[in-house]
């Protein structure tokens, strides 16, 4: 059994950064993809980055050079670091782990607003 217990998010203004964290108990750390997701109110919840095992990192092209995903396997934690946030980042943001099956954390607010 996977828990993932998220930190960081709140509100920032315009053009500021956060950085997410996702801890993760459990085994298969190491081994899984990882993912952030987020859900704007009355929108459908869409992948924001992932992470490969192998460090490979895909992201949404509305996030592409503001947004880094980056893991620490030793720490078995997941990070998403956000510079030059916009009004439009603002929503709930998810980790994802997929190793067999899929494991969320229990969601952070991020509001970006002057």
């Known amino acids: 059994q996977v828990q993932l217990v998220q930190s960081g998010g709140g509100l920032v203004q315009p053009g500021g950064s956060l950085r997410l964290s996702c801890a993760a108990s459990?085994?298969?750390?190491?081994?899984?993809?990882l993912r952030w997701y987020r859900q704007a109110p009355g929108k459908q919840r869409d992948m924001v980055a992932t992470i490969t095992a192998d460090g490979t990192t895909h992201y949404d092209e509305s996030v592409k050079g503001r947004f880094t995903i980056s893991r620490d396997n030793a720490a078995n934690t997941l990070y998403l670091q956000m510079n030059s946030l916009k009004p439009e980042d603002t929503a709930v943001y998810y980790c994802?782990?997929?190793?067999?099956?899929?494991?969320w954390g229990q969601g952070t607010q991020v509001i970006v607003s002057s």
């Open positions: 994802n782990l997929y190793y067999y099956i899929s494991y």
């Open positions: 459990g085994t298969g750390f190491d081994a899984a993809i």
